[in-house]
């Protein structure tokens, strides 16, 4: 029985040989240079798929940003269908009017609309002088609370079966440095000296009354009194004592004045106030 452990150790192990064959090299080789286990290439594509969200989103806002900035053209008019007849209401005041005849011709009606200055009377109102029928075509109902402190519709309305052709004129409010070219005196309901009693007075007093309501004076009509109101001229300035015999706004915060040399008579006096439904004064 052999005690040398070493020798038996020796006898037990096989001989190291020359090493790896180049088959199995090869074979190692192939294993080292081998793609990564599917749970690194799930690693390794988890991040773009990921990012794909976020890029979605990014684009998207890209594309509405554009639509945001860049809202829809509004219509000029608004046009509605009310039992026998249209409503169109004017939403753009200041359009030209070429724009409300293109689209008044696109709903089949031939009119021409046009806004032009007018005094507080005529805002909303068809201009007496507008051609058309004028049973056919009138302005919009407002409400009758609706003053000149707010914003009222500014329209017609005109039935359905209407078939000719119309040439209609609106009042609008002035801008300033405006004139206006629709006018109503300065006595009229919704005026600035509305049952005022100015009849009569002198330039000084009725400047003071304009003064208060935030108007100038930029003329006056001095009328002749020999041939009753017939001949006038018109002056940038005259004496504060002449009496005021009427007047009318002539352009946005400046009105003009007619005076005299002579008061109007007591009879013409009342008849002007009894037209425009105001007390004696």
């Known amino acids: 029985m052999n005690t ?13 040989g020359p090493g790896l064959t180049p088959v199995a ?3 190692m080789n192939a294993i080292m240079d081998a793609e990564p286990a ?13 990012a794909l969200p976020i890029a979605a989103a990014v684009i998207s806002a890209a594309w509405a940003i554009p639509s945001v900035l860049t809202p829809a053209p509004a219509s000029a008019l608004d046009i509605k269908e009310e039992g026998d007849h249209y409503v169109i209401e004017v939403k753009d005041l200041n359009a030209n009017p070429k724009v409300y005849e ?5 709903a089949g009606l031939d009119i021409s609309l046009d806004l032009v200055p007018a005094t507080p009377s005529f805002v909303g109102e068809i201009d007496p002088g507008t051609s058309g ?8 109902d407002r409400p009758e609370q609706c003053g000149l402190d707010r914003d009222c519709p500014i329209g017609i309305t005109i039935a359905k079966d209407f078939a000719g052709s119309a040439m209609i004129t609106l009042g609008r409010e002035a801008r300033p440095g405006e004139e206006y070219q629709i006018v109503a005196g300065l006595d009229s309901p919704g005026e600035p000296l509305h049952c005022v009693p100015f ?39 005259v004496p504060d004592s002449m009496y005021v015999t009427g007047g009318h706004l002539s352009k946005y915060g400046m009105a003009s004045l007619a005076v005299g040399d002579a008061p109007l ?4 006096v009342a008849s002007l106030n009894k037209k425009m439904h105001c007390a004696a004064g």
Request: hydrophobic residues 30%.
């Open 25 to 27: 090299r090869e074979t």
């Open 199 to 237: 009849y009569n007075k002198p330039v000084s007093e009725v400047r003071a009354l304009l003064k208060e309501r935030g108007l100038g004076i930029d003329g006056y009509v001095l009328l002749d009194q020999a041939t009753q109101g017939t001949e006038s001229q018109v002056r940038a300035s």
């Open 133 to 140: 029928p004028q049973d056919e075509i009138k302005t919009i």
């Open 102 to 106: 293109s689209q008044l011709r696109g």
């Open 265 to 268: 008579s007591p009879e013409q």
């Open 4 to 16: 040398n452990v070493d020798e038996a150790i020796r006898t037990l192990t096989p001989a190291p």
């Open 38 to 50: 599917p749970t690194a290439v799930t690693r390794r594509r988890w991040r773009p798929l990921l």
